[in-house]
């Protein structure tokens, strides 16, 4: 990564990063994820709110994936004393932005959606897992999945749809 961290940025220790040969689909080498830890290392949206990076990477068949994980502190419970969806979303959309920009293309959302199933809680810790499912033309489709990490319950799951911008 050749950037430094911005002040309070919170990352795993030691993130997996890892990648396959080469993305013939779309001709870039993803050798290195250069592109995708810069995005990472100036998110101040996802450091504000203590999201940590655990993995990120192109799987065998050239599409992204990655994880991440959070845990629900008291500024982020709602007057129900649960987790404030907003704050579920944003960690998907952090998770979903990390995988649909592994594969080395500029991507931004183009659309999203997400069903909660049950809820998070103040303490829980949560982790979310992206993978890209389909990447056609210069869009795409990626999943995530938000589970609570003490029990594996499913919290939500989330649709992203991307658009990779023109160079």
Do not use: K
Request: glycine content about 12%; aromatic content about 4%.
């Amino acid at each position: 990564m050749s950037g430094e961290l911005p002040a309070g940025r919170q990352l795993d220790q030691n993130p997996r990063v890892e990648t396959g040969e080469t993305a013939a689909w779309h001709d870039v080498a993803v050798s290195d994820l250069d592109h995708v830890m810069e995005m990472w290392a100036a998110d101040r949206a996802s450091a504000a709110l203590g999201i940590e990076l655990l993995d990120v990477g192109v799987s065998d068949d050239g599409l992204g994936r990655a994880s991440t994980r959070m845990t629900i502190g008291p500024s982020q419970v709602n007057g129900h004393d649960i987790a404030h969806g907003g704050y579920l979303f944003t960690l998907a959309d952090s998770t979903f932005a990390l995988a649909c920009n592994a594969t080395g293309r500029t991507t931004v959302a183009a659309g999203a959606s997400i069903d909660f199933v049950a809820a998070g809680r103040l303490g829980d810790t949560l982790t979310a897992t992206a993978t890209e499912r389909a990447s056609y033309g210069r869009s795409g489709i990626t999943d995530v999945t938000v589970r609570r990490e003490s029990d594996g319950a499913l919290i939500a799951e989330f649709r992203g749809r991307s658009r990779a911008l023109r160079s």
